[in-house]
């Protein structure tokens, strides 16, 4: 079964099983993707999960909202080159990180060396599977944002 899904979506030019994924910091965010794209608005609202006082549930339910975090508003271009799936995420607020752009590839080849991007992307590093600092989890942390534009720009 899984054989034929590989094959249909290898034939609409979707990426079948993922087999290689990776993430970069771009240098800059593309202004035009040369080819057909989607392009879409992203706010996040990071939720965190705990059990709650009868105190501290009155006071949420008449704050409702998490001071010790930002509201992430993102930038999101999906695209297919090569049969390999692109995102790319650009942060859009918190201002501090404003500019800030992601890529997200996934490819369906056996080695990661096979990836291959395209000519128009400039990519400034790659990030580590296991390096976090680039989610919209942490950098909605008020006490993260200045952490990670610390990082970033101490890596420019």
């Not at 899904?5 to 965010?29: E, F, H, N, W």
């Not at 409702?64 to 999906?78: A, E, G, L």
């Not at 501090?96 to 128009?120: K, R, T, W, Y």
């Not at 990519?123 to 599977?129: H, N, P, Q, S």
């Amino acid at each position: 079964m899984q054989r034929l899904v590989d094959t249909a979506a290898g034939l609409c030019g979707i990426p079948t099983t993922v087999k290689a994924s990776r993430k970069y910091l771009l240098a800059k965010t593309p202004i035009e993707i040369p080819f057909h794209h989607e392009d879409f608005e992203v706010e996040k609202v990071v939720h965190l999960k705990r059990v709650l006082s009868a105190r501290e549930y009155s006071y949420a339910v008449r704050h409702r909202s998490d001071p010790t975090r930002n509201v992430i508003k993102q930038q999101r271009m999906c695209f297919l080159y090569k049969n390999q799936s692109f995102q790319i995420h650009v942060y859009k607020e918190p201002a501090e990180v404003a500019g800030l752009a992601v890529l997200h590839v996934q490819a369906s080849c056996e080695n990661d060396q096979d990836i291959v991007m395209p000519s128009f992307l400039n990519i400034e590093k790659e990030l580590a599977d296991t390096d976090e600092t680039m989610s919209a989890y942490n950098v909605s942390k008020k006490d993260l944002v200045s952490e990670v534009e610390t990082k970033v720009s101490a890596e420019v």
